[in-house]
């Protein structure tokens, strides 16, 4: 099994920022993709920003400039650095990894239980 747990969200009020910790733990042979997503209220789940093993990284337009992923793979952890942060960001946050297990020739995508970040003065 593989689990995902996230950390760092909460309540900022506008400009401020948040940091957002997903690490990822079980029978992982590796990891391929990383990233986060959002979910607001009343919308669909959308893509925030993605990074590959080697550091390849692509953000949601309205969060360019911004928003910063990275990933330590030593640790099996993905980051969100938030700056900025406007009231539409307001959402829950799921990371999620692409992850081969031990013993399986295919990567699956496996998800973090989500944390909230509202955005508000």
């Known amino acids: 099994q593989v689990q995902l747990v996230e950390s760092g969200g909460g309540l900022v009020q506008p400009g401020g920022s948040l940091r957002l910790s997903c690490a990822a733990s079980?029978?992982?042979?590796?990891?391929?993709?990383m990233g986060w997503y959002r979910q607001a209220p009343g919308k669909q789940r959308e893509l925030v920003a993605v990074v590959s093993p080697g550091g390849t990284k692509n953000y949601e337009d309205s969060v360019k400039g911004r928003f910063t992923i990275s990933r330590d793979n030593a640790k099996n952890t993905v980051y969100l650095q938030m700056d900025s942060l406007k009231p539409e960001d307001t959402a829950v946050y799921y990371c999620?990894?692409?992850?081969?297990?031990?013993?399986?020739?295919?990567?699956?995508?496996?998800w973090g239980q989500g944390t909230q970040v509202t955005v508000s003065s």
């Open positions: 999620m990894s692409n992850v081969q297990r031990m013993g399986v020739p295919i990567g699956v995508a496996y």
């Open positions: 079980g029978s992982i042979f590796s990891i391929n993709v």
